[in-house]
């Protein structure tokens, strides 16, 4: 039975109504090599005419889960290109070093564009453009009239690594006629654990097309690269004790460098690399770092850092993982203030204990096996982060066997990534 159309039109005139607000976000997620007009199912540049696979990720922490998967695609189809869309500029410029770094035969089977906005116009303009063979949707890009385009033109939707943390859950009750008749819409979901699949299901989605697969982020590549690019930035700075603060949010510097002024006081050569989540706030948190009299170098400058250096900002793209490799320790961001935290895994992955804020529900898949490791802590305040930090500086011996302890845990839980291609492969063959 067809799901009613009024909730869809209802948020496509919504969509309308707030056009203005959304053209400011189109202006402002601006790249010099990409037109705006991408936003809007426009003047999209030609793709390799073959049979195609879509796979869209939100921005920079998908991609780089999203990674093994994008690796075995191209290379368990090579009859297929496939394009990859993101919505941020952050995305656009990881998925433009991922796929630098391909074969030069995947390179050209490889491409980067701009979802288009989901007014119902550009959505079906951007699906007759590139007439995908399946579309992938990674976490919870569920976007309604980009599906229901596809869903017209008999063109099967897949979501990945579906996850819907409880506080996404409730926002989505909220609108529930119109995720029914979305979820309704899509072929085969892979949820990353019980509970995702059980919100799912509550929203409306089919219990028949959901799968419960585990988590992609687990399926993390090989990190010989940004290992030796950290050793190296270490022997660069003269192998002082450095702790790194990585995807940091607003607010959550201030209290970063309150626990970097503590730890001074026991460690005056510690170093602080500071790496902001979002490009367009890289100059308002050196601002900050400035105001309070920290001695900074930008990497963005090519600053060295010196022996009077205390915060060494990252203020560049597609760095983070050989900036984490850098460091003793890890702090992963988003989780002091109350946005749900980002990506633990990364660093783990590295070698390098982890802490975090209390604020990780996002992860909270991910957080459980790694806490039960030794892996991860948490921390609610400076003073506490100032203490954890303190305690791996002091204690190799425990760094490394933390550190040690996340890889393995990773390893143990690696298998999401065979059992999602083995469905996406069944969408191919109907």
């Known amino acids: ?36 007009f991408q936003r809007l199912g426009l ?52 998925a433009q070093a991922l796929i630098s770094e391909q074969p030069p035969a995947d390179q050209a089977r490889l491409s980067h564009r701009f979802l288009p906005l989901d007014f119902p116009g550009a959505s079906k303009r951007f699906v007759c453009c590139i007439e995908p063979e399946l579309a992938i949707l990674f976490e919870t890009e569920l976007w309604p009239n ?45 949820a990353k654990s019980s509970a995702d699949a059980e919100r799912f299901n509550a929203l409306g989605c089919r219990t028949d097309i959901t799968r419960i697969v585990g988590s992609l982020k687990f399926e993390i590549a ?42 001074l006081n026991r460690f005056p050569d510690a170093l602080l690399v500071l790496v902001p989540r979002h490009p367009q706030r890289f100059d308002d948190v050196a601002k900050l770092c400035q105001t309070e009299g920290w001695t ?43 946005l749900g935290g980002h990506n633990i895994l990364e660093p783990a992955a590295l070698g390098r204990p982890v802490l975090s804020g209390p604020s990780i529900e996002n992860f909270a898949d991910v957080a459980e096996p790694l806490q039960a490791a030794g892996a991860l802590t948490l921390v609610d305040t400076p003073e506490a982060l100032a203490d954890a930090v303190t305690g791996y500086f002091v204690n190799p011996e425990r760094t490394l066997k933390a550190g040690q302890a996340g890889c393995e845990a990773i390893e143990a839980h690696k298998g999401a990534l065979d059992r999602t291609l083995t469905g996406l492969a069944s969408l191919l063959s109907c």
């Open 146 to 190: 980009l599906i229901h385009a596809c869903r017209q033109r008999g063109i099967p939707v897949a979501v990945v690594n579906g996850r819907l943390s409880p506080r996404a859950f409730k926002r989505y009750q909220r609108l529930r006629p119109l995720m029914a008749g979305t979820l309704a819409e899509i072929s085969w979901l892979a």
């Open 43 to 94: 003047r999209l540049e030609p793709l390799p005419p073959v049979p195609r696979i879509w796979l869209h990720c939100a921005s920079v922490g998908e991609v780089r889960a999203a990674r093994p998967l994008i690796e075995r695609l191209l290379a368990g189809f090579p009859g297929h290109s496939l394009l990859l869309t993101t919505m941020t500029a952050t995305g656009a410029g990881q």
């Open 222 to 263: 090989s990190q010989d690269k940004p290992i030796g690019e950290g050793e190296c930035l270490l022997q660069e700075w003269g192998g002082r004790p450095v702790w790194v603060a990585g995807s940091t949010r607003d607010g959550e510097e201030a209290l970063l460098l309150n626990a970097h002024r503590q730890l």
């Open 296 to 338: 900074l170098s930008r990497r963005s400058q090519q600053q060295p850092v010196t022996e009077q250096t205390q915060v060494y900002l990252g203020d560049t793209l597609g760095e983070l993982a050989a900036l984490y490799a850098a460091g003793r320790v890890a702090f992963v961001g988003g989780s002091l203030v109350a």
């Open 1 to 36: 039975m067809a799901s009613p159309a009024w909730p869809r039109l209802a948020y496509s005139a919504a969509l309308y109504a707030l056009s203005p607000l959304i053209g400011w976000r189109i202006w402002r997620e601006q790249v010099p090599t990409y037109s705006r």
